[in-house]
Every structure is written in structure tokens, then in C-alpha cells.
């Protein structure tokens, strides 16, 4: 079993920046990938970012390129994300996720249904 915890969540203004960090215990080698996602109030949860732990290859969703930053600590066993220039859509509950799959298919990283642990996740707000 894994758990995940979220936190660094908080209000900002826009423009400004806020790091969220996500800390992994338990069976930590059992995942490959971990990523974050975010959900607005009334709307489907959507992928924002994601990090392989061996190698360090990442994905991002087209909303946040060039603004946020995933990274990993693997010796904390932590995924970070950087947000910079924050825009007052980015207002969202931010979740952790980790997935068990070693591989993925066409667009598979960014689907909801490809992770197996969720933390609880860390509302973040941007005031306009």
C-alpha cells in the first residue's frame, strides 16, 4: 500500500507562486510514475503534471507549460510541483497521484484512470 500526502497549498494572488509538495511512504517501489492533478469546483478532475522516478522524464499539461515545474526527491521519496504565474483558473483542489504502470499507451499518462493512489489533496486558490 502507498500513501500520499499533499501540502504547500494555499491563497495567492495572481502572478504569484506556490510550491506544493507531495510526500510517499509505503510501498514506494511500487510505483513508477507519480503525477498531480487538479479539480475545480463543478468540473472534471484534469492532469496537470507528471514525473517518471527512474530517469526523471516529465509531462505537463498545454495550461501550465512554461509556468509550473514538476520534480522528485527519491531519496524522500517526494514530487515536487513549482507553480509560477499563477492565474486565477489555476484555482483548484490539487491532488498527488501515483500510478504501478511501468509503460503507457498513446495519452495514457495524462488519463485519471491510469493512477492507482491518490493523496487527499491541497486547495489552491488565486485571487484575481
Known amino acids: 500500500q502507498v500513501q500520499l500526502v499533499e501540502s504547500g497549498g494555499g491563497l495567492v494572488q495572481a502572478g504569484g507562486s506556490l510550491r506544493l509538495s507531495c510526500a510517499a511512504s509505503?510501498?514506494?517501489?511500487?510505483?513508477?510514475?507519480m503525477g498531480w492533478f487538479r479539480q475545480a469546483p463543478g468540473k472534471e478532475r484534469e492532469f496537470v503534471a507528471a514525473?517518471?522516478?527512474?530517469?526523471?522524464?516529465?509531462w505537463y499539461a498545454d495550461s501550465v507549460k512554461s509556468r509550473f515545474t514538476i520534480s522528485r526527491d527519491n531519496a524522500e521519496n517526494t514530487v515536487f510541483l513549482q507553480m509560477n504565474s499563477l492565474k486565477p483558473e489555476d484555482t483548484a483542489v490539487y491532488y498527488c497521484?501515483?500510478?504501478?504502470?511501468?509503460?503507457?499507451?498513446?495519452?495514457?499518462?495524462?488519463?485519471?484512470?491510469?493512477?492507482?493512489?491518490w493523496g487527499q489533496g491541497t486547495q489552491v486558490t488565486v485571487s484575481s
Open positions: 514525473i517518471r522516478r527512474i530517469g526523471g522524464s516529465t
Open positions: 509505503g510501498r514506494t517501489s511500487s510505483f513508477y510514475v
Open positions: 497521484a501515483a500510478s504501478s504502470r511501468q509503460t503507457f499507451g498513446r495519452s495514457a499518462i495524462y488519463g485519471v484512470t491510469s493512477y492507482d493512489y
